[in-house]
């Protein structure tokens, strides 16, 4: 059973950029929470995908987009990238969409936003 | 809204028991999770409870009272691998972590 992957692990971008991090989830899972975790904190919830749709959405602004595909990867968008975006970022699956269901973490990608 | 409280550091010893509280806040409530990150890694999941009472997992043990917005995670026969943070997060759509509890396991 293959676990949650994430891709790049390190990424270093200047402010306006834009950046797309990529996540595969664990085998047999359909859903897919986003999460920024910045130094010292919990992570923060971004977004859900389910199915491929949108299945809740954190206090992000619009320039933080994901897509999820049939095979259930997901991806994150962020555009205009600002200095706080400088963070931790994690994917996790889980079986299904409701809090009930264990999430299952990747090992994130570390951006730096210079 | 919802509010999580765990405290920022705490430190034990090595082979000694350590009990790391968390208190919420929540509106609707499906349950608790403790994850266990090491520094610069995922977190990792560790328990989950919905039910009042303790779950014993080998040396962790996760406690919940829902009436009083509580649970603790205890770790029993403390080992230098433990030292991590420790997140508990309230099992709703999405997971709302707390910020984490940083623990120092020293000789």
């Known amino acids: 059973e293959t676990g949650v992957t994430q891709s790049p692990t390190h990424l270093i971008k200047t402010r306006g950029q834009q950046v797309t991090l990529r996540c595969s989830s664990q085998?047999?899972?359909?859903?897919v929470s986003w999460y920024q975790q910045a130094l010292g904190q919990g992570p923060q919830f971004i977004f859900q995908y389910y199915r491929e749709e949108e299945n809740g959405r954190g206090n992000f602004p619009p320039r933080f987009s994901g897509l999820q595909f049939p095979n259930y990867s997901s991806e994150l968008n962020v555009n205009a990238l600002e200095l706080d975006d400088s963070a931790l970022y994690l994917c996790a699956s889980s079986l299904d969409p409701t809090g009930t269901d264990t999430q299952y973490f990747g090992p994130g990608t570390r951006l730096t936003v210079l | 809204g919802q509010n999580i409280d765990q405290p920022t550091e705490m430190t034990a010893t090595e082979g000694a028991i350590v009990q790391i509280n968390c208190t919420y806040q929540t509106s609707g409530f499906n349950g608790l999770f403790w994850y266990q990150q090491h520094a610069g890694e995922a977190p990792t999941f560790l328990s989950y409870n919905v039910l009042d009472g303790l779950e014993e997992k080998g040396r962790f043990s996760s406690f919940l009272s829902r009436s009083k917005g509580y649970s603790y995670l205890l770790l029993k026969e403390l080992q230098m691998k433990d030292s991590a943070s420790y997140l508990c997060a309230t099992g709703n759509t999405p997971l709302v972590f707390g910020k984490g509890t940083r623990l120092s396991v020293i000789a």
């Open positions: 085998s047999g899972h359909n859903t």
